[in-house]
């Protein structure tokens, strides 16, 4: 049998010996140019060299032949005399013409093995029109995963036996013998534009420059946010990130994609920690907690965050970049998605974080958000294809304790129901726990939930002191500072130059600037040359800002019409809703003056009569301690509470 090279050189060879006999014909009859005559030489020549060609390819193809056939006849003996051997090799003889596939080199497992590889951590199909499963795994890790089993191809042979995404296409008649696996595109990578999409990132930007600047001992950056719930008696994964598969696999799955019953569903609460690198950046890698909560007996809120803050504290997972010397870090920044149980502006994240900030003495807290429809730029989303991936094919047991239910899915035991949604979590758990994402642990728990009514008065923001508010409390819209204050009755002394670092204490807010003639010059916020600028710019520049006691929300488009009225026309302190200027105006009433005096009054007696019952008691023991040329204390001297303030000159200006 001829090979196509012989067949195409076998017709150049007619067409030339055509060619040379119509020349000669011309000759014979002396018709024959002198142009001719070279012509008919170079055909001579080129004949020949065809002829040789075709005689070396067809002894090449004799010698192959007989190549291959003495191959085959000791092949047959070697597996006739040695049939152990030749099983533990994948050795058979090959007696079809054309070259084999891989899968008949001694490689027939290989669609065996691509089907065992994409079934493991896979879910089951989002539509449940079939039984299909997705796990997370791209072309390349499987690829990567084949050669490991021995294997040898490449990524596009592995492509080939995959089902293509258009069969009528001409790379899609390619795949001849595939395996029921397809490779697709991920339908939520779009993300939705939002008018303050640059103010939030500047925002976030600058405190990620703070984080890097302070490092490691100084800061704990912490990102939060809730995952999708996790269904109970259901699979809990349906969708996948990236890169998908599809595996049509026979499973066994429940005959049914309903919920069972309302509520039937777990909230994981995942906070991330991020590591701050040796070049003084903000990174996606560090240790994960995560508490998995009922989604019918609890729910997600500012109370439950606060609450955790305290597990992160008390988790070893998180020891080595929460704490420093057994205290936490002074500076905690917190970046959240924007959701109603965390978002900056409302009140029970005010009260949580001042709770935090008084607790754990802190120097600066920092909550910020980004906007509407990006929160997928939180740095927490980053770990949740992971979990995702650990959830695909997993189905929680919804009756672990027995059933809860009757046939309408109505609760009959509510206390066993509890039972049930307590072991399912801490199965959840037990799968997560498992994980490791970029070599750093995670930490998963279940939260039993609590009585409402205790949770409730956690967090009351009505009973903020609003004097303290004014002092140590800036709130935007996609900003909430805590930051200590300089008088060191009020607050303990710095543990960080924080203060040398930023003079105002707060952050500046973000302004656009641009470039022209006349030098750099603050820019509009319709301006396209206007460009935000990093933190340590930004407080250069201050001094270029056409006002003082700017609003931190100025340059946000979304809420430009309510800049005046969220702004107090006495002390000028800008507030992120008509909730808090209303909780401000108390402040500025007589009424609230007159309760401060009457509070305080009451706390400055009770210090004195403390003070006098102390010195009563001690008086004896104080006594024996005197130096005896030491003169007596007269009644009514001023007390020295802090050393620092005495010792310190009169001409220091703090």
């Not at 058979?92 to 497992?109: C, H, L, M, N, V």
Request: charged share 25%; hydrophobic share 35%; proline share 5%.
């Amino acid at each position: 049998m001829t090979c196509h090279v012989q067949v195409q050189i076998q017709k150049e060879l007619e067409d030339t010996r055509e060619e040379l006999n119509n020349i000669r014909a011309l000759k014979s009859s002396k018709l024959l140019s002198e142009e001719g005559e070279k012509k008919l030489k170079l055909l001579d020549k080129q004949r020949s060299c065809y002829e040789k060609q075709l005689k070396r390819l067809e002894q090449l193809r004799l010698s192959q032949a007989k190549y291959r056939k003495t191959k085959k006849l000791k092949l047959k003996r070697l597996i006739e005399k040695h049939p152990d051997a030749a099983v533990a090799h994948n050795l058979a003889a090959y007696d079809q013409t054309g070259q084999p596939s891989i899968e008949d080199r001694g490689q027939k497992r290989l669609f065996e093995v691509i089907i065992e590889i994409a079934s493991r951590g896979a879910a089951a199909d989002p539509f449940r029109s079939s039984n299909l499963i997705s796990p997370c795994i791209t072309l390349d890790k499987l690829t990567e995963r084949l050669k490991e089993r021995g294997f040898v191809l490449s990524r596009s042979a592995t492509y080939l036996r995959l089902i293509p995404r258009r069969s009528n296409s001409i790379e899609g008649k390619r795949h001849v013998r595939t395996v029921p696996i397809r490779l697709i595109k991920a339908n939520n990578d779009q993300h939705k534009k939002h008018d303050d999409q640059y103010v939030a990132t500047n925002t976030i930007n600058h405190l990620k420059t703070l984080a890097g600047s302070f490092g490691n001992d100084a800061v704990f950056f912490l990102s939060q946010d809730d995952k999708a719930r996790v269904p109970i008696g259901l699979p809990a994964a349906r969708k996948q990130a990236p890169l998908l598969m599809h595996l049509d696999y026979k499973v066994t799955l429940p005959d049914h994609d309903f919920v069972l019953a309302p509520g039937h569903k777990l909230i994981p609460s995942v906070y991330a920690a991020c590591v701050i690198n040796q070049r003084k950046e903000v990174s996606y890698s560090g240790p994960t907690y995560i508490t998995i909560r009922s989604g019918k007996h609890d729910s997600s809120t500012a109370e439950t965050h606060h609450h955790d803050f305290s597990l992160l504290f008390d988790s070893k997972e998180f020891e080595s970049v929460m704490k420093i010397n057994g205290q936490c870090k002074p500076i905690v920044i917190i970046c959240v998605d924007g959701g109603p149980d965390e978002n900056p502006p409302y009140a029970k994240t005010l009260a949580g974080g001042i709770d935090l900030f008084k607790k754990y003495q802190l120097d600066c807290l920092f909550v910020a958000s980004n906007c509407p429809g990006r929160s997928a730029f939180n740095m927490v989303e980053r770990r949740m294809a992971p979990l995702s991936n650990q959830l695909a094919g997993l189905i929680l047991p919804h009756d672990y304790f027995g059933t809860h239910l009757d046939d309408n899915g109505n609760t009959l035991d509510e206390q066993l129901e509890i039972r049930n949604f307590k072991r399912a979590g801490e199965c959840l758990a037990e799968v997560w726990n498992e994980l490791t994402i970029d070599s750093y642990p995670v930490a998963c728990r279940y939260i039993e939930p609590i009585d409402t009514k205790d949770s409730s008065s956690l967090l009351n923001p009505n009973t903020l002191d609003l004097n303290w508010l004014q002092i140590h409390v800036r709130q935007s819209q996609y900003l909430l500072q805590i930051i200590k204050c300089n008088d060191l009755k009020c607050c303990t002394k710095w543990q960080t130059s924080y203060s040398k670092v930023i003079p105002q204490r707060f952050l500046p807010p973000p302004f656009p600037f641009k470039v022209s003639s006349d030098g750099i010059s603050v820019a509009d916020i319709n301006d396209k040359d206007g460009r935000f600028v990093d933190l340590y710019q930004r407080l250069q520049l201050d001094n270029i800002l056409p006002m003082i006691n700017v609003p931190y929300d100025y340059n946000c488009p979304s809420v430009q019409n309510e800049l005046q009225k969220r702004t107090c026309p006495l002390c000028c302190l800008y507030h992120p809703s008509a909730a808090a200027m209303k909780r401000h105006k108390r402040l500025h009433s007589s009424k609230y003056l007159k309760q401060q005096k009457v509070i305080i009054a009451k706390i400055e007696k009770k210090v004195q009569v403390t003070d006098d019952n102390d010195r009563e008691s001690d008086k004896d023991s104080e006594d024996d301690n005197i130096p005896e040329n030491k003169t007596n204390i007269k009644a009514g001297a001023p007390l020295i509470e802090n050393i620092f303030d005495f010792l310190a000159s009169d001409f220091i200006e703090f």
